[in-house]
């Protein structure tokens, strides 16, 4: 088992630009979650989905969008990059009655 | 408003010692708990968690203690091993499975050999 893959593992973007970060998992996790950190701050929640087709806002979902088309995958689609998306982003996937197993990150920089 | 607070952003502990991460949350409504640990470049591993039923729960070298009242939490590391040396993460959920975890910002724990 591969875990939770993530890329790219770094990005640089122009204000105003988009993209997306890709997130997958190969344990048939009905859940998974997008996280970003921020220097001296906690991980904080962006969107959750609870299994295909399903999504739902977390603590700082502006700015991004997501949808849950298959159960392996969940990107996260940032329209119109800011500075304040600048951040390193981390997916997460887990099942029911478990804790989350989270993937490596990708760093993103906005300029 | 940080409803999860490391007051501690760093810990230096000799090999073999005790080590003791703190935590406090605001939120009366936790009612679960979880420690995270991460090493650079890599994302939080789940390391032990509590739910507010218990007030202490061991697995191997860690052991965590929930005071409710105080809602305070700490991670207790004995003895403490060079490979310890990471980032630990309090967080915290209302109830065991929902997906609405809060986060402290971390303490960089450092074993010295």
């Given at each position: 088992n591969a875990g939770v893959t993530q890329t790219p593992k770094f990005q640089v973007l122009k204000t105003?630009?988009?993209?997306?970060?890709?997130?997958?998992?190969?344990?048939?996790?009905?859940?998974?979650?997008?996280?970003?950190?921020?220097?001296?701050?906690?991980?904080?929640?962006?969107?959750?989905?609870?299994?295909?087709?399903?999504?739902?806002?977390?603590?700082?979902?502006?700015?991004?969008?997501?949808?849950?088309?298959?159960?392996?995958?969940?990107?996260l689609r940032l329209l119109s990059a800011a500075p304040s998306q600048t951040s390193v982003y981390f997916c997460a996937s887990r099942a029911p009655g478990e804790t989350q197993y989270f993937g490596p990150g990708t760093r993103l920089l906005v300029l | 408003d940080q409803q999860v607070k490391q007051n501690s952003p760093s810990l230096s502990v000799q090999e073999g010692r005790i080590s003791i991460l703190n935590c406090d949350y605001t939120n009366s409504m936790f009612d679960y708990f979880l420690w995270y640990k991460k090493y650079p470049a890599e994302g939080p591993t789940f390391l032990i968690s509590i739910s507010s039923i218990k007030d202490k729960n061991e697995d191997g070298r860690f052991t965590v203690f929930l005071n409710k009242s105080a809602k305070h939490l700490s991670l207790h590391i004995v003895p403490s091993q060079p490979g310890d040396s990471a980032v630990y993460f309090c967080a915290a959920s209302e109830d065991f499975g929902n997906e609405k975890l809060t986060f402290g910002t971390g303490t960089r724990l450092t074993i010295i050999p």
């Open positions: 105003g630009q988009s993209m997306t970060l890709q997130c997958a998992q190969d344990m048939n996790h009905e859940y998974m979650s997008w996280y970003r950190q921020d220097p001296g701050m906690g991980l904080r929640l962006i969107h959750y989905s609870v299994g295909a087709g399903i999504t739902d806002q977390g603590e700082v979902p502006n700015g991004y969008n997501v949808s849950r088309s298959t159960t392996e995958d969940f990107p | -």
